[in-house]
């Protein structure tokens, strides 16, 4: 073996003498090394998928039974459209008539929310805001005199069951000031549900109107039980915000009101005047009424063959019959997505498909778009349709659909026509197969080495020219150098 001195008379001065500027580049050259070493380890854990394009009919999804089928999850909340009035059926757009689901599991649930300003509603009636109290008795009594006197009894004790029956019915807040508590029926002459229901109305009306009722503080109160014809006082029945039919409230002398949600028979009804008239409906319990309204939540799948068709959540049905011009369908959709029926639907935080962690990260929000997010209408009569491009995706965690979702708010011109929420769907012909490329151990260990050769190399080449560059500046300095001391030493 040769001794260091000699040995290294045969290695580049760069290798056996350390220099600031060697310094600074080995240095740059293990960070880069190190940085490069990192990046090429993370992507060779984590995935580098490939997709192709197939007719959908053509791919094989292990997990599933049946290709031919597709499952539609959703959760949406209907702000105006109560539970027994709400809904939903899938329907064929060729023929109109619905599809017949192979499985249906959803619930609807009633829920209550805060009146949103920007939707349609209607002003209910208030004329005054302030509570009569026992020291205010006489000037009740005298209110009423000058009513009485203005309007006449009669008119305000009838029934305005017809425009043309005698009466003027030119002040509704005239009645309600006249009696201390007015139940008011609010019908339709074309609604089938108020006609079965008119017999026994008129019966539980009397009863009603007969009876004695005792208030809070004792006193005996003024009753009246009254029917009101929304077809002939349509603009009347709207300025109220009655939408469904038969309609019974019950208005204090101030013009509040609570409205009736039991089973309509004598019974119920007059044991709910009675408790209402006695303290069971709290200030409290009132205006939670008039500041908030009750709709409905729907929740569940269903499971159908994989065809166009919409998801439509429309108002009919139940025990009332609905005014299609004061439906509001303004809507809030939780959750919408389709799926295979055997995929594992559960909450990862949220509603989430084990398929779509199949799909890379940045494009599983594709898989439910409409999350989160909430569509009104701007008035009364009006219809909100998604159109949404389905296209199924398969990856090795099983098969999910990813959509395109477009919305259209329109008007309905036929009056009699009730407005809906509906889902067009469109299943795509070509589906997405997505490929899982693995990076073998040998790839990893060749591109590393490459990674760490190829930045050795660089960084020598690098430092080679800067050192030849300095060297060249330091000769041609020198002369100068040289020179300037010779005149210097001549002078």
């Known amino acids: 073996m040769l001794p260091a001195s000699l040995s290294a008379r045969w290695i580049s001065r760069e290798f056996v003498e350390s220099t600031s500027a060697g310094g600074v580049f080995t240095i740059a050259a293990y960070s880069t090394m190190l940085v490069l070493f990192v990046l090429e380890f993370s992507s060779y854990l984590g995935d580098s998928p490939t997709s192709e394009l197939r007719l959908d009919s053509a791919l094989n999804d292990p997990y599933s039974l049946d290709n031919s089928l597709v499952r539609i999850n959703f959760d949406i909340d209907m702000y105006s459209i109560e539970c027994h009035n709400l809904q939903l059926a899938v329907v064929d757009p060729l023929d109109g008539l619905p599809v017949k689901a192979l499985q ?18 209607a002003n209910f009636h208030s004329q005054s805001t302030s509570r009569v109290t026992g020291t ?15 309007d006449g009894d ?40 108020c006609r079965q229901f008119s017999p026994l ?119 009332h019959a609905l005014d299609p011009t004061m439906t509001n369908v303004s809507h809030f959709v ?37 999350d989160g997010q909430k569509f009104s209408t701007k008035e009364f009569h009006q219809t909100f349709e998604h159109h949404i491009q389905v296209v199924s995706t398969l990856s090795s965690y099983g098969q999910t659909y990813q959509f395109q979702h477009y919305e259209r708010l329109a008007p309905l011109s036929n009056l009699s026509e009730v407005p809906q929420a509906r889902f067009n769907f469109d299943v795509d012909t070509f589906a997405i197969k997505i490929m899982d490329s693995d990076k073998s151990v040998y790839q990893f260990g060749t591109s ?18 800067t050192h030849g560059a300095a060297k060249a500046a330091a000769r041609k300095l020198v002369p100068k150098r040289n020179a300037r001391q010779q005149v210097n030493s001549l002078n």
């Open 448 to 465: 590393t080495m490459a990674i760490l050769g190829g930045t050795f190399v660089m960084i020598k080449l690098l430092h080679t020219a």
């Open 334 to 370: 939780r959750h919408l997505s389709f799926a295979s029926p055997t995929d594992s639907q559960g909450y990862f935080g949220q509603y989430r498909s084990w398929a779509a962690f199949g799909i890379p990260r940045d494009q599983r929000v594709y898989t439910h778009p409409l």
């Open 104 to 121: 249906r599991d959803y619930t609807l649930k009633p829920v209550d929310f805060y009146k949103d300003p920007e939707a349609p509603t």
């Open 154 to 193: 009669k008119e305000l004790d009838a029934d305005w069951a017809s425009s043309h029956d005698g009466f003027k019915h030119q002040h509704f807040d005239h009645v309600i000031q006249f009696h201390d508590f007015t139940v008011m029926n609010f019908f339709a002459e074309w609604c089938s549900h």
């Open 136 to 150: 205010e008795e006489e000037q009740v009594v005298e209110k009423r005199h000058k009513l009485e006197e203005e």
């Open 201 to 319: 109305w008129m019966e539980t009306a009397e009863a009603i109107s007969n009876a004695e009722y005792i208030g809070k503080g004792g006193k005996k109160q003024v009753v009246k039980a009254l029917k009101m014809n929304c077809v002939d006082f349509k603009p009347l029945c709207r300025q109220e915000g009655i939408r469904a039919f038969p309609t019974i409230r019950i208005y204090q002398t101030d013009g509040r009101a609570i409205r009736f949600e039991g089973q309509r028979t004598k019974e119920a009804i007059m044991a709910w005047v009675q408790d209402t008239i006695k303290g069971a409906a709290p200030d409290a319990y009132i205006e939670k009424h008039l500041q908030l309204q009750t709709g409905c939540r729907v929740f569940g799948h269903v499971v159908m063959p994989k065809v166009p068709g919409y998801l439509e959540l429309f108002a009919g049905g139940g025990q």
